[in-house]
Every structure is written in C-alpha cells, then in structure tokens.
C-alpha cells in the first residue's frame, strides 16, 4: 500500500506477556518515529530512527521497550513484561528526506495494545 | 510538562462560518509547526505547516498563524464544511522531535 502499515491493528495480552508491533513505512522514507497516545492526549515521542541508526529513544519509558529497525525499512517495537500501564495506541511515522527542518510526518492507523 | 497546549477540547461551528483553533508552546527552540487532523480509527494527517521565520502560511481554506512573541499559533478554516469535522492536533518541532497537543475535536454543524 502507499502508506504507513502497522500490524497487529488490535493487540490484547495478558501482563507479564511479551509484545512485537510491527511498523512498515512508506517506501524512500529515511526517517521512522514511534509514538505512543493515550486516550484523550496527543502523540508522545518514543523513539526516532534515520535510516537503521536509532538517533533517539529518550521518549521511551523503562528498559522493557525497544526497538529496532535492522535494515532501515520495517521497524519493531518489542515492550517486554508488559503492564497494563502500557494500553495504549502506539502509532509509527515515517517522513521522507526534506530540506532543511520540514519534516512532515505521516501515520498509520496505530496499533492498540490492551494488558490484561 | 506539556510542552504544547490546546486549551480547547472542543469547538462547535456553523457550516459556512470560521473555525479558529488555537495552539500555545512554552519551548522557544521551536522553529517549525505543524498541524494534524484525524478521523476516526485513523492515524493522525498532515495538514499544514508553518516555519518560524514565517508569520502566516495559507493553504485554500486553511491558515495558520504564528505569533513567536506570544508563542501562540492558530489554525483558521474558512469557510467550515461538514467534513472538515475531526480531531485536530498541533504540533512543534524542534531539531527531530516532534511534540504534540493534546487536540480539539471540531464539530461543523450543517
């Protein structure tokens, strides 16, 4: 498709599980973002990757997140342990290669993780 | 600490009027801005954006304003249709991280 592809679209687990969520960007987009929104609030910086290179990850919480993105396409967020302070949506960016600092950013749908 | 401030949840128009959402910032390292609308079920999208070198930025029906000494922007639609009905974030930037409102969901009354 032409645009940015989360998978799963709903997750439901239990606490203490492990969860991957999959983020496919749209193809030539260097830069790769995952956010994370609460119900009722905005988007919150997670973490931030040019190309394979993770350049920041101050936004993530606690050392049971991670992320990757090997070969500077697909990217996974990993939460493991999850709690049920992680429900929330988790949506992935990408953006293309602009001038100077208009980066413009577009979404997925997200991808809706309930703990248990 | 909330970085960007929508201080209105929600806001009601008359089709054909003026819808004019408003953004408040406490960062002065902001130097680009953005706003997003989102429908439901679906990710957020890009609208339009303005440089803090600019003042004003007018895409058809839609300007946003930035006031840096205030550091306050404001989205206008103009006129208001049905469809323009959905969640609108702001948004700043500073070097590659992008923060967010926490949006107005505006509603155009036919």
């Known amino acids: 498709g032409a645009g940015v592809s989360q998978s799963p679209r709903y997750k439901v687990t239990k606490r203490g599980q492990d969860v991957a969520l999959r983020c496919d960007p749209i193809?030539?987009?260097?830069?790769l973002y995952w956010y994370r929104q609460a119900l009722g609030q905005g988007p919150e910086f997670l973490t931030y990757?040019?190309?394979?290179?993770?350049?920041?990850k101050s936004g993530l919480p606690n050392d049971r997140f991670s992320a990757e993105r090997p070969e500077g396409s697909i990217s996974t967020l990993t939460i493991q342990r999850t709690e049920q302070r992680d429900s929330a949506m988790y949506r992935c960016?990408?953006?293309?290669?602009?001038?100077?600092?208009?980066?413009?950013?577009?979404f997925g749908s997200g991808t809706q993780l309930s703990v248990l | 600490d909330q970085q960007v401030k929508q201080n209105s949840p929600s806001l009601s128009v008359q089709e054909g009027r003026i819808s004019i959402l408003n953004c408040d910032y406490t960062?002065?390292?902001?130097?680009?801005f953005l706003w997003y609308k989102k429908y439901p079920a679906e990710g957020p999208t890009f609208l339009i954006s303005?440089?803090?070198?600019?003042d004003k930025n007018e895409d058809g029906r839609f300007t946003v304003f930035l006031n840096k000494s205030a550091k306050h922007l404001s989205l206008h639609i103009v006129p208001s249709q049905p469809g323009d009905s959905a969640v609108y974030f702001c948004?700043?930037?500073?070097?590659?991280?992008?923060?967010f409102g926490t949006g107005t969901s505006l509603t155009v009354i036919p």
């Open positions: 960016a990408s953006s293309p290669p602009s001038p100077g600092n208009e980066e413009k950013l577009f």
């Open positions: 193809s030539g987009h260097v830069s």
């Open positions: 990757f040019n190309y394979e290179a993770q350049q920041d």
């Open positions: 960062n002065s390292m902001f130097d680009y």
């Open positions: 303005i440089s803090s070198i600019k």
């Open positions: 948004a700043a930037s500073a070097g590659n991280q992008f923060y």
